[in-house]
């Protein structure tokens, strides 16, 4: 019984640290990296779809599963509320 509370809690742990990680990276990393001339919001939508490829690599690989839900979901949703502020 002891052992999943532990394996619940480090999954949910896992996923929290993969939607701050996400957030964090599609949201203040493009500010401080500039990619010959491209704006910002292509930087971000770049890393969304990194960090994207790299969530699932991490569900389907079995590997940290809860940590590639958590990138896929945060860095997609940051990406698409980037671009919705673009085009508005």
Known sequence: MMRFVVVQLENLLLLAMGFALGWYLVTTLPR?????????WLTAVALATVLLAVGGRFVFDGTFQALGIGLMLSSSGAATLLIYEVIR
């Open 32 to 40: 401080y990296v500039t990619v010959a001339s491209c704006p910002n």
